[in-house]
């Protein structure tokens, strides 16, 4: 069965920083596309950041473009965003997910993740 675990979710004060993680069983990691994903009260979810099999190419979200990092350790099977100088407006439940290398390009599948697997979710609360 494959499951991703999401981790690191908390409530912080806007400028500060946290980092998520999420961490992959029952697939084999470096197959796979991964992102991040996020989604708050009555908006649509949105692909923040995506990163291809091997870490070499990410992609970012406007909204979270100089301030949020990606990265992935495929030995320890874990998928990383660092998030920097956090706003009100990046309270959201954030998502890992994963899709493989052979049917989605890292770019693509921030756009339109599709299928896939995803994680449960992790709650990040911005506050003032």
């Known amino acids: 069965t494959q499951v991703l675990v999401e981790s690191g979710g908390a409530l912080v004060q806007a400028g500060e920083s946290l980092s998520l993680s999420c961490t992959a069983s029952?697939?084999?990691?470096?197959?796979?596309?991964m992102g991040w994903f996020r989604q708050a009260p009555g908006k649509e979810r949105e692909g923040i950041s995506c990163?291809?099999?091997?870490?070499?190419?990410?992609v970012y979200a406007d909204s979270v473009k100089g301030r949020f990092t990606i990265s992935r350790d495929n030995a320890k099977n874990t998928l990383y965003l660092q998030m920097n100088s956090l706003k009100l407006e990046d309270t959201a439940v954030y998502y890992c997910?994963?899709?493989?290398?052979?049917?989605?390009?890292?770019?693509?599948?921030?756009?339109?993740?599709?299928?896939?697997?995803w994680g449960q979710g992790t709650q990040v609360t911005v506050s003032s």
């Open positions: 997910a994963a899709r493989h290398t052979a049917v989605v390009t890292s770019d693509d599948f921030c756009k339109a993740p599709g299928g896939g697997y």
């Open positions: 990163i291809n099999w091997s870490g070499t190419h990410t």
């Open positions: 029952g697939l084999s990691f470096d197959d796979y596309v």
